[in-house]
C-alpha cells in the first residue's frame, strides 16, 4: 500500500481526520479564502471539461455544413475529443503520481488551451477533428489530476465531502450548461464561438492556477504499471472507436465486431494483469467493495445517460422538429436550471436517507421520467415534452450525482481514499465518454431518425431503472454480509 501526501489546502482549519461518510455533507463547513481559490480553480477546470462535452451539439449541423461533416460523421466531432479523454484517463492518472499532478494538471491546461485555439480557427474537418483530439489528450489529464489535487488538499471529514460534492455538482451542471451557451453563441456568432468560449477559459484557470496549486505526489514514487496501462488504453480506445463507427454505419461493418472483441479481450488482459501486479492502476480489491463498485455502476450510468439523453434531443428538436440553436439551448438552459435546484436539495437527503438510498432514488426516478420521451413525435407537443420531462430527469440526476461519489467512498479506510476517489473520477468520465456513442450507435440501427431516437431514448430509461435495481440489490446484500 502506498503512502499519500494529504496536505490541507493554505490556511484551512483542519481537523482530526474521519472516514468521508462519517461527515454528513450538508454539516456546517468553513474554507478559508486560499482553499476557495484552490476549489474555485479545480472546479472551474472540471466545469470546462464537462462544458466541452455538450457545448458543440446544438452547433453541429451548422459545423457539419461549414466544414464538410456529412450528417453519419457529425458523430465525430464529438467522439474525436471522447476517445482520448476516455482512452487516456487512468494512464494520465498515474503519470500524475510519478510526475506531479500539479505539473500534470498544468500541462494538461496548456493542451487545452492550444487545442481550442486550433478547433476555433480550423480551415477543414481534419484540423478541426485534430483539435478535439488534442482537447481530449488534455482533459484526460485535467480530469484525474484535478480530483488527486482536490483529496490531497483537503482533509478527511467534512471539508473533503463538501468540495468532491461541488465538484460533482459543477461538472454535471457544465454539460447542461453547454447545451444553452452553444445554442445562444452559435445562433449570435456561429460554432466557432463555442470552441473559442473554451479557449478563454482555459486562459484564464490557467492564469491563476500556477499561484494557487501546490505540488501533490505520493511520499514513495511509484512504478508505471506499463502492462496494465497499454492493456486499459488499448481496449477503451477500441471500445470507443468500435461504438462510435457503429453509430455512423451501423454493426455490419467489419471492423466493428473485430474492434469490440479487441477491446474485450485488451480489457479483460488489464483485470488479470492488476491482479498479479504489486503496483496496480487500479485496486481490484477495492472494487470488490460493494459500496465501490456498485456506486461506480450508479455513476457511470447517469453521467453515460444523462449526456446520451440531451445528444438524443438535440437530434430530435434540430433535426426532426427543425427548431433553432438558440431555441435548442434554451430548452435545455431549463434543464440546467432544473439540475440546479437538484444539486442543492441532494447534500439535504443524503443526510436524511444516506448516499444509497439517495443514489437509489435519483437512479430509479431519472429514468422514470426519461421514459415519457419516448412519445415525442412530429408535432409541437415533443417539444414541450423533452423541455418538461428532461427537467425533471436532470433534477433527479443531481441526486445520483451527489450521492454516487459519497456511496463510493463512505466505509472508505483514510488511507485508501485516493484510490476510491480515483473510482470516482473513472465513472464520470467514461460515463460521459461512452454513452452518446452507444445510443448513438442504438439509434442508427433504425432506419428513420424519429425511430432511432425514440429507440435511444427506450434504452436509456431501461437502463437507469434497471442499475437502480441491482445498485439496491448489491448494497442490500453487501450490507447484510457486513453485519453477519
Not at 29 to 54: E, H, I, K, P
Not at 79 to 102: H, K, V
Not at 228 to 256: M, N
Request: net charge positive; proline share 5%; hydrophobic share 55%.
Amino acid at each position: 500500500m502506498r503512502s499519500e501526501t494529504t496536505t490541507p489546502a493554505v490556511g484551512e482549519k483542519t481537523a482530526a481526520p474521519t472516514p468521508a461518510a462519517a461527515a454528513p455533507p450538508d454539516a456546517p463547513v468553513s474554507f478559508s479564502g486560499r482553499a476557495r481559490l484552490v476549489l474555485l480553480v479545480l472546479c472551474a477546470s472540471q466545469f470546462m471539461v464537462a462544458l466541452d462535452f455538450s457545448i458543440l451539439n446544438v452547433a453541429l449541423p451548422e459545423l457539419g455544413a461549414d466544414l464538410g461533416l456529412g450528417q453519419a460523421s457529425l458523430q465525430w466531432a464529438v467522439t474525436a475529443f471522447a476517445l482520448p479523454s476516455g482512452g487516456f484517463l487512468l494512464l494520465f492518472g498515474r503519470a500524475g503520481d510519478l510526475y506531479g499532478r500539479r505539473r500534470l494538471f498544468l500541462t494538461g491546461l496548456v493542451t487545452f488551451a492550444a487545442a481550442s485555439v486550433l478547433a476555433t480557427f480550423a480551415w477543414n474537418s481534419a484540423s478541426f477533428l485534430a483539435g478535439r483530439a488534442l482537447q481530449g489528450l488534455g482533459a484526460a489529464a485535467l480530469v484525474p489530476t484535478g480530483m488527486a489535487l482536490l483529496t490531497t488538499g483537503f482533509p478527511e471529514g467534512p471539508r473533503r465531502s463538501r468540495a468532491l460534492s461541488i465538484m460533482g455538482s459543477i461538472m454535471a451542471l457544465g454539460f447542461t450548461a453547454g447545451m444553452l451557451l452553444g445554442g445562444v453563441l452559435t445562433e449570435a456568432f456561429g460554432w466557432r464561438s463555442t470552441m473559442a468560449l473554451l479557449a478563454i477559459a482555459a486562459l484564464a484557470v490557467l492564469a491563476v492556477a500556477p499561484g494557487a496549486l501546490a505540488e501533490s505526489r505520493p511520499d514513495r514514487r511509484p512504478r508505471l504499471d506499463v502492462p496494465g496501462a497499454v492493456a486499459v488504453t488499448g481496449g477503451l480506445l477500441a471500445l470507443i472507436y468500435a461504438l462510435s463507427t457503429a453509430a455512423e454505419h451501423g454493426f455490419g461493418r467489419p471492423d466493428v465486431p473485430l474492434t469490440l472483441a479487441a477491446g474485450a479481450v485488451l480489457l479483460a488482459a488489464f483485470v488479470a494483469v492488476e491482479a498479479r501486479t504489486a503496483e496496480p492502476l487500479v485496486s481490484l480489491p477495492l472494487l470488490r467493495r460493494p459500496t465501490v463498485a456498485w456506486g461506480a455502476l450508479g455513476g457511470l450510468a447517469t453521467f453515460s445517460m444523462m449526456s446520451s439523453v440531451v445528444f438524443l434531443c438535440t437530434l430530435y428538436l434540430q433535426e426532426i422538429r427543425g427548431i433553432s440553436a438558440l431555441d435548442t439551448g434554451l430548452v435545455f438552459g431549463v434543464m440546467g436550471l432544473a439540475a440546479a435546484v437538484g444539486g442543492s436539495v441532494a447534500p439535504r437527503l443524503v443526510a436524511r436517507w444516506g448516499p444509497h438510498r439517495t443514489l437509489q432514488a435519483g437512479l430509479l426516478a431519472q429514468g422514470v421520467t426519461t421514459a415519457p420521451l419516448v412519445l415525442v413525435g412530429g408535432s409541437s407537443a415533443g417539444v414541450w415534452l423533452v423541455t418538461v420531462f428532461g427537467a425533471v430527469a436532470a433534477f433527479f440526476h443531481l441526486w445520483a450525482i451527489v450521492a454516487y461519489g459519497l456511496t463510493v467512498t463512505s466505509g472508505v479506510p483514510n488511507e485508501r481514499q485516493g484510490l476510491a476517489t480515483g473510482v470516482v473520477t473513472s465513472a464520470q468520465q467514461l460515463g460521459m465518454t461512452v454513452g452518446i456513442p452507444l445510443l448513438s450507435a442504438l439509434a442508427a440501427s433504425r432506419s428513420g431518425l424519429l425511430d432511432g431516437v425514440r429507440l435511444g431514448l427506450a434504452a436509456d430509461a431501461a437502463v437507469l431503472v434497471a442499475v437502480a435495481l441491482l445498485t439496491a440489490a448489491g448494497l442490500r446484500r453487501g450490507a447484510a454480509r457486513a453485519a453477519a
